[in-house]
């Protein structure tokens, strides 16, 4: 603390990321990291673009828009790109959430959304999940000024279908709906093609999970022209080159190789079925996951027992000391040896 702080910064309470440990021989399966490397594509290109390292990037990020635009069938006017996922919705929340009426978001969500909240500002309110951590779109229909959805929703990992989502859009047509899609790759819906027919619609993705580049950090919004206006006028109100050469070089080579991404996408799927099928067994109770993730808890053990004795046999886990969801660990899902080895290590302690 100190007297030379602004006003806002006593009010914050920082998001706190899981933990990256510096040792050796860890089983980490606590921050939704991709297990498999990125594309050999996608080292090339960022080895190819070095040589540009003294020159600025392109401001727009053009190559990159018009390779996400390609991909997502979209214009690339609809299209804006950021340092991960967190940047945009960084840009998002001053550019389009803030307003009279409050934000509204889940109970149990991504909890980067309150911190933005107090950052910026915003007034929100949260909207319980039901009994079985499901989205009630139903509890949505209350005063508000925009809606913020994380689908497939974290850490629940459960994701509500594209008919859902296109109700909600288009029953709110004077309110903004933002769909974070940062998991959507592993199983969801997304909804991007429906931003065609809805000016109050903006989807969210990032390179991090489903393209393994969470260490390059690029994320992007697809939304109609106007909304991505809002972006870019703060993006440019705050740092003109926000994207570097090099992770553009390496998010167009990582969309560009869909084999790649449609092989490595296939094996964590099949991992994901096989934990919570060896989960199941030793007693979890683990949500239907449509992401890189599974949430669960065991009917006899408290989270944070689980956690810590899976730490000290090597294996890392993300806990939640909050409430509902004290009990539940979410698990990434790894490897198969990594999976084997948490399943493993839970046996010994069940």
């Not at 390292?53 to 609809?78: G, K, N, W």
């Not at 390179?207 to 919004?221: E, I």
């Not at 553009?248 to 099949?270: C, H, K, M, Y």
């Not at 993730?293 to 909050?322: E, T």
Request: net charge neutral.
């Amino acid at each position: 603390m100190s007297r030379f702080w602004s006003p806002v910064v006593h009010t914050l309470s920082p998001y706190v990321p899981g933990e990256q440990p510096k040792q050796d021989g860890i089983v980490k399966l606590n921050t939704n990291e991709n297990p498999y490397p990125p594309s050999p594509r996608v080292l090339a290109a960022i080895a190819s673009a070095a040589e540009r390292l003294r020159l600025y990037p392109d401001p727009r990020a053009t190559r990159l828009r018009e390779a996400i635009a390609a991909y997502c069938d979209v214009a690339a006017e609809q299209v804006f790109v950021g340092n991960g996922s967190d940047e945009v919705l960084a840009h998002t929340f001053p550019a389009l959430l803030k307003h009279d009426r409050p934000l509204l978001f889940p109970d149990v969500t991504y909890s980067f959304y309150p911190v933005y909240c107090r950052l910026y500002g915003v007034a929100h309110e949260e909207v319980p999940l039901d009994a079985a951590m499901r989205i009630e779109i139903a509890g949505y229909r209350r005063p508000s000024s925009a809606i913020l959805l994380c689908n497939p929703n974290a850490p629940t990992g459960i994701a509500l279908p594209r008919e859902a989502i296109a109700a909600l859009v288009a029953e709110n047509p004077d309110r903004l709906v933002v769909v974070d899609e940062a998991y959507v790759d592993f199983g969801a819906e997304s909804a991007v093609q429906l931003v065609a027919r809805h000016d109050n619609l903006l989807v969210i993705q990032t390179f991090s999970k489903s393209r393994s580049l969470a260490g390059l950090r690029v994320g992007f919004a697809i939304g109609q022209p106007p909304l991505i206006e809002a972006l870019e006028r703060v993006k440019d109100s705050f740092n003109s080159y926000p994207v570097d050469c090099l992770a553009i070089a390496g998010a167009v080579a990582a969309i560009e190789d869909d084999g790649w991404f449609l092989e490595t996408r296939a094996r964590i799927v099949s991992s994901r079925e096989a934990l919570t099928r060896d989960l199941g067994q030793l007693g979890f109770e683990v949500l239907p996951s449509l992401a890189n993730f599974v949430f669960a808890r065991h009917r006899s053990r408290s989270g944070a027992d689980l956690a810590a004795a899976l730490r000290q046999r090597g294996v890392l886990v993300r806990h939640f000391k909050k409430p509902r969801i004290e009990d539940f660990l979410r698990i990434t899902v790894g490897t198969e040896e990594q999976c084997g080895r948490l399943i493993e290590a839970l046996r010994g302690l069940i």
